[in-house]
């Protein structure tokens, strides 16, 4: 099955500067990659996602990129503000496979912005 | 409803108990996912709901958890006699689809808190 590796763990950065989350996957037949947050006391919310056809998606701050070759995709924060505190997930999952075995989470990494 | 209720928010019970966790999807989805969350950890599949056909529950640790789904309505999750090393807290997701061709939207979760 498909494996989700996040690092890192816990990442604590100034405020309005940059954050970069990096997720690598071992299934080369997952095409979608979908970025949720998780503020504390919450259920995750997606913020993000990517398909295989793309290398690249930006929504205003955030942006995600993905290397199919390397297997591996990141999640871009720029100009980072408080209220980006939270636990962040990425995952992976085959689109046109069928049942929840086909979305796996990564471990989530824990953002932190200092005032 | 606006978003995926979950009930109880908060849940204390002796080991050996049973327990019941019960989710409201979003009007209209057809998928449900339970997962589980240790303190501090990933989301965990547990189980997965995709309209009429046979659940996916292949995530279900062990013969303690079951859960039942009526219809494209309410959810129950159910744990007997329960472990110390259940504590944790159980979220439940909804989405249009099967997973990639929609968005998963998470309740705020059940903490269970097993004495």
């Known amino acids: 099955g498909e494996n989700v590796e996040q690092h890192p763990s816990t990442l604590s950065v100034q405020e309005g500067d940059s954050a970069v989350i990096k997720c690598t996957y071992s299934d080369s037949a997952s095409n979608y990659f979908p970025w949720y947050k998780q503020e504390l006391g919450k259920g995750p919310q997606l913020i993000i996602d990517i398909r295989s056809n793309v290398g690249e998606k930006k929504d205003q701050r955030i942006a995600v990129t993905l290397n199919k070759t390397a297997k591996h995709f990141s999640l871009h924060i720029t100009e980072t503000q408080p209220e980006d505190s939270a636990v962040y997930f990425c995952a992976a999952s085959t689109l046109s496979g069928g049942g929840a075995d086909g979305l796996t989470f990564g471990k989530g990494t824990h953002l932190i912005i200092q005032p | 409803g606006a978003g995926v209720s979950q009930s109880p928010s908060n849940k204390v019970t002796e080991k050996g108990k049973d327990v019941e966790l019960r989710c409201d999807p979003i009007?209209?989805?057809?998928?449900l996912y339970w997962y589980r969350q240790r303190l501090g950890q990933g989301l965990e599949f547990l189980i997965y709901f995709q309209g009429n056909s046979a659940p996916d529950k292949s995530g279900l640790p062990s013969d303690r958890f079951s859960a039942e789904r009526t219809g494209e309505s309410v959810s129950t999750l159910t744990i007997q006699r329960t472990q110390q090393e259940d504590s944790a807290v159980y979220l439940c997701?909804?989405?249009?689809?099967?997973?990639?061709?929609?968005?998963?939207?998470f309740g705020e979760g059940s903490r269970l808190t097993v004495l």
């Open positions: 997701a909804s989405s249009l689809d099967r997973v990639g061709r929609g968005e998963l939207f």
């Open positions: 009007s209209g989805h057809t998928a």
